[in-house]
């Protein structure tokens, strides 16, 4: 059996598509089973959150392998974003330990370090702390910005591009390597494939160095949309989106933790080499949208 968290996120989604048309048994740990669409009649559900370990004894009942790919972007209702990408991962962790499951895989950001300046960064940091010091067969998928077509982040600027000119955080120079999602997850199953052989890191990213900047432009291109770019400086953008969050709560349009993701770089030493290793070979961000 293999529990499968965020199973209805970009990478997750796209994981259980191919777990589920490969016969393999899967569980998924949600809050909600109807947001697996078709997909929640293929699966065993084990209704939890990961801000409640108490809700996971059932989830990791004769679970063999663990498939963390559950994060949050912003701090929730429940709990902050420390509290679930580091914490939830490493209880997670250990809680699998403990019921005798023998493999961990999990996702994190290249980048990701004590003394980051983003706290998504740092709390994924903390959690892979936990890994290294796991004695459980593990194995980290570190990758750059992930992406899907209709994702929550190019939606967002698809609503910015009503306005006669997009807002760009900074100067849009920090580099990345957009991955798209189905390769992602692409990756994911090579490496369940692999077993115990599978390597216990790999970097994954896409075959294109983008700015936020490129990354604009292109969503842009897709949405049928040409607009201006407007640089805010981020010590005018901060304080905006933080009053915006504290006003608006759970529905603010943005945060300044997600938006501070396309801030930072996030760039594999390899490039591609490791997604080519395990036999795939990503597709470049305008191909994927069409543009």
Known sequence: MLLLTGATGLIGSAALRRLTAGGEPVRCLVRDPRRLGAERVRVQLAIGDLSDPASWRHALRGVRTVVHLA???????????????????ARLLRAAEREGAERFVWISPLGAAPHHGSRIHRAKALAARAVAASGMHTTTLASSLVY?????RLLRLERLALLPAVPLLGSGGARTQPIWADDVAACLMRVLE???????????????????RDITRIALRAAE???????????????????HEALAGPTAFATWDEAQLVTVPMLASGGTADAEELGVQPRRMADVLGV
């Open 148 to 152: 899907a077509p209709g994702d929550r």
């Open 71 to 89: 994060a949050t972007e912003r701090d929730q209702p429940r709990a902050t974003i420390e509290e679930i990408d580091g914490l939830a991962a």
């Open 194 to 212: 692999a077993g115990d052989a599978a390597a216990a890191r790999y970097e994954l990213a896409g075959p294109e160095v983008l700015t936020h």
């Open 225 to 243: 949309r040409r607009r201006r770019l407007l640089p805010v400086p981020l010590t005018v953008a901060r304080p905006l989106l933080r009053a």
